[in-house]
């Protein structure tokens, strides 16, 4: 892959950035526990770009967000500055457009970095407005005319049309910092250039988030096999008979309608749809495996069992591309991690190229040890919502906006 796979988009190689004030949107936001934001991946990845900026005498300004308004997360950003200085020199104010912050940018030197507060103080932030209506909020309008360049780095926040995000490119030269190119590259060969057979194992909690994926792949022919797993998997032993729903399930309405949803993609996808043959559930606080058809109603399945996690993993090493989201169980919990393990291990020995998207996927690699360089053929998304975005197909104002044609 090269440069030709971006060409709309500017690149770090393609502008001239040795003292030119730099507008550098990153995705620094965090998990907070009890008020502490914790390291993620995406403060180091976005460190990198920065770094390479500053070594290249650039004056950087970097616009970030916390949280969301009203979230226990909704946070000032001095914690995030503390965990980017492990990673690069940078100078934090706690102000995002007022004086102070209209002077700091004024000051920098080359090769200096600022960090500006929480872009979400600003209520015009996150008003949905087309691009060409934020880049006239007062925002855009006070700090774009101390600016030379605008570079997006933060791929997970592409799908939403926020100031920070949308506004800027219709004002500023603008291009894509270095971990949106390989977010894009990743995502473009997944989606436009599948090599078959392609592969989806889609898990976690959340099965909602994965309906569309699902029938939009299926209705596009762009999937040779859906893998199921986590609530998702048990959600289609449902679907398929294999479990009876207790009395408690039928009066819950998300419930039935996840239910109903399931069978209609069943007559979509039908024998491409493949579920788990056994399952592990508690017993005496201990892990089990028993058959799926063996799963009484309103008994919970942690995590899938070892015949599926076999079938699973040859399915993969048969693969050519696979794309995973979400883990196949319970993986916090050391007897219910074994599923997710086994299909991990299977990309890390499979020459498919895999795409794995979701946080809680690589939390998941994260609890069990396994290491991205173990990976050599995956690319490991960080973005969630903008992550299924492009996988639906969907335009992403914040990618839309950066493109020069």
């Known amino acids: 892959m090269n440069n030709e796979d971006l060409k709309e988009f500017l690149t770090i190689d393609d502008l001239d950035v040795e003292s030119k004030t730099i507008f550098f949107r990153a995705d620094i936001n ?13 403060i180091k990845e976005n460190a990198k770009t920065i770094r390479e900026l500053s070594a290249k005498k650039a004056r950087v300004v970097i616009l970030a967000h916390q949280g969301r308004v009203g979230g226990a997360d909704f946070l000032p950003l001095e914690q995030h500055a503390e965990l980017l200085r492990n990673f690069v020199d940078l100078r934090y104010i706690d102000d995002v457009m007022g004086p102070a912050a209209r002077d700091a940018i004024r000051k920098l030197w080359d090769g200096e970095v600022l960090l500006l507060d929480n872009v979400r103080l600003l209520a015009e932030e996150t008003l949905q407005r087309t691009p060409e209506e934020h880049a006239k909020s007062i925002f855009v309008q006070k ?19 926020h100031a920070s995000v949308v506004g800027f490119p219709k004002v500023l030269e603008s291009g894509i910092g270095r971990l949106m190119e390989r977010e894009l590259r990743a995502l473009r060969r997944a989606v436009h250039s599948i090599r078959r057979p392609c592969i989806y194992v889609l898990g976690g909690v959340k099965s909602e988030e994965v309906f569309d994926v699902m029938e939009h792949t299926l209705k596009r022919g762009k999937v040779n096999e859906i893998l199921t797993a986590g609530t998702l998997g048990t959600l289609f032993l449902y679907a398929r008979g294999i479990i009876e729903p207790s009395e408690e399930d039928k009066r819950n309405k998300k419930f039935m309608e996840n239910l109903a949803r399931a069978k209609r993609i069943l007559e979509l996808g039908d024998d491409k749809i493949k579920c788990p043959k056994d399952v592990a559930v508690e017993v005496n606080g201990k892990r089990r495996e028993i058959p799926a058809n063996s799963v009484k109603p309103k008994q919970k399945v942690y995590d899938i069992g070892e015949e599926t996690a076999k079938e699973y993993a040859e399915e993969i090493k048969g693969a050519k591309t696979v794309i995973m989201k979400g883990p196949a169980g319970w993986y916090e919990h050391e007897a219910f991690r074994k599923g997710t393990e086994e ?12 795409l794995i998207g979701g946080g809680h996927t690589s939390a998941a690699m994260s609890t069990l040890g396994i290491n991205k360089q173990n990976l050599p053929h995956t690319h ?3 973005a969630g919502g903008a992550f299924l975005h492009y996988l639906l197909e969907k335009n992403l104002p914040g990618i839309e906006v950066l493109k020069r044609y």
């Open 30 to 42: 965090s998990v907070v526990v009890d008020g502490k934001v914790q390291m993620k991946e995406r």
């Open 143 to 161: 700090l774009a005319p101390l600016a030379d360049i605008y570079i997006n780095d933060a791929f997970s926040v592409a799908h939403r049309s």
């Open 343 to 354: 299909i991990l291990r299977a990309l890390a020995s499979s020459d498919a190229f895999s």
């Open 380 to 382: 490991v998304s960080l």
